[in-house]
């Protein structure tokens, strides 16, 4: 089956450890895109990539980092820096970057991290 | 600027009544697409619809259908005769064809009692 899975659904961390939130996805996609979702909130973007090798930051970047160096998999980095880390985390992919394109973003489970 | 509006943050309603979720959008672009997404208590969010701009039919799909009015920038979302499983958080989001990411909207939380 296709799809994006992300590891792990729970994640507690200590306060002022780094964490990696995983995304992998088997779609084939070009893009994939990292969320942040706080409770009563919508989703507000992290970071995206279009390719292998390259990401853009999105509306909320700070404390937060990413790598892309396989076309499947998009890890996210929670760092100590990020003031107020805990919420749910979505993954998500699309063929391609161009939201007119009419490109639907397919979504992963999600992870709910939480800073004890 | 890019904009997705949902001004109902939360409804609630009784098993097997009709409900309208609203979704304004604001955008200078004459191609877009608009696309509405559930995410039930589990957490991931599914796609429902896409629509593009060129296209304003309606669209029905057994219980859903959409209401698409570039008049009125509106795109609404009509739930007949709700189930409790249709209880969830609504997002509408807007592609427009100059942005490289999706515009969503806030949410709208939609409790459906037995």
């Known amino acids: 089956d296709g799809g994006i899975t992300q590891s792990p659904k729970y994640l507690f961390r200590k306060e002022g450890q780094n964490v990696t939130l995983s995304c992998e996805q088997n779609?084939?996609?070009?893009?994939m895109y990292w969320y942040r979702q706080d409770p009563g909130q919508g989703l507000r973007l992290i970071y995206y990539s279009q390719i292998v090798n390259d990401f853009q930051k999105g509306d909320i970047a700070e404390g937060y980092s990413v790598s892309r160096e396989k076309k499947e998999s998009f890890p996210l980095t929670v760092t100590s820096a990020q003031k107020n880390p805990t919420a749910f985390y979505l993954c998500a992919s699309s063929p391609t970057l161009l939201a007119g394109d009419g490109n639907e973003q397919f979504f992963g489970p999600g992870t709910r991290l939480t800073v004890l | 600027a890019q904009k997705v509006t949902q001004a109902q943050t939360e409804i609630s309603v009784v098993e097997k009544e009709d409900v309208t979720l609203d979704c304004v959008y604001e955008?200078?672009?004459?191609?877009?697409?608009l696309f509405w997404y559930k995410q039930p208590p589990s957490g991931e969010l599914v796609f429902l619809i896409r629509?593009?701009?060129?296209?304003?039919q309606n669209e029905i799909s057994g219980r859903y259908s959409w209401n698409f009015q570039k008049s009125t920038s509106s795109f609404n979302f009509t739930i007949t005769a709700s189930q409790v499983v249709d209880s969830a958080v609504y997002f509408c989001?807007?592609?427009?064809?100059?942005?490289?990411?999706?515009?969503f909207g806030t949410g709208t939380r939609l409790q459906v009692f037995p």
């Open positions: 779609l084939n996609h070009d893009a």
């Open positions: 629509r593009n701009s060129f296209d304003e």
């Open positions: 955008t200078r672009d004459t191609t877009y697409y």
């Open positions: 989001a807007l592609g427009s064809y100059n942005t490289d990411k999706l515009i």
